[in-house]
């Protein structure tokens, strides 16, 4: 059986490809140095903010990262995360990526799409933070471009709507209403002012 970390790398190759032949670009982060950082001397393998500068991010590229398990790789579309040097478990514009290896110091390429327009924020919080503040971090612009493929624009899911109980279920269906046509509403209302005046005439006579 393949495992499954293969599987996905796989499919990641096969999205990659396809991507780049249908006019998107792929970036691979920090070019032939990757994503790294050297815990002795504290420092990031290159300028990974003067690397984004000079890329063209659109939707539906990829950005590559090249690393090993020694870094992590958050992706935020919170400014504040990225300032903090710290993943937030409660932030759902949040992601971690790791390829599923959790082994130290093991090699790893972790592929993914731009999805979402705007502001994209990335960072390591490895070492508490440390090799963020030392430069393991960076921020690009996704402009629309040619606008996402169509294997990766794919519709959400529907919403959730909850079963009926069973005495929603049991019970009969509601009656619907419709307006009655203009001229069945001016017959009503003049049948009821005839009674009116009907009534009005005994109460007089009497």
């Not at 790398?9 to 999205?15: C, G, K, N």
């Not at 490809?17 to 420092?43: D, M, Q």
């Not at 937030?88 to 999805?115: H, M, R, V």
């Not at 619907?176 to 006579?205: K, Q």
Request: glycine content about 8%; hydrophobic content about 40%; some cysteine.
């Amino acid at each position: 059986m393949t495992p499954p970390v293969v599987e996905t790398l796989t499919a990641y190759a096969l999205l990659i490809t396809a991507a780049s032949a249908a006019g998107y670009s792929n970036h691979t982060v920090g070019g032939k140095l990757g994503w790294f950082f050297n815990a002795t001397t504290n420092t990031s393998a290159t300028n990974y903010t003067a690397w984004a500068a000079a890329q063209t991010f659109a939707l539906g590229d990829y950005l590559i990262f090249n690393t090993n398990s020694n870094q992590t790789v958050i992706q935020t579309y919170n400014q504040t995360t990225l300032r903090s040097c710290s993943a937030d478990d409660s932030d759902n514009g949040t992601f971690q990526y790791n390829g599923g290896i959790t082994n130290f110091g093991e090699a790893l390429t972790i592929a993914f799409p731009l999805t979402i327009e705007g502001p994209n924020y990335y960072f390591s919080d490895a070492g508490d933070g440390i090799q963020c503040q030392h430069g393991l971090a960076f921020q690009i612009n996704v402009t629309h471009g040619l606008g996402l493929p169509p294997s990766l624009n794919q519709p959400p899911p529907p919403p959730y709507i909850a079963p009926p109980s069973p005495d929603t279920a049991e019970s009969p269906l509601g009656t619907v209403l419709f307006p009655p046509p203009n001229d069945a509403v001016a017959s009503h209302y003049d049948v009821r002012w005839a009674l009116y005046c009907f009534v009005a005439v005994l109460i007089f006579l009497r």
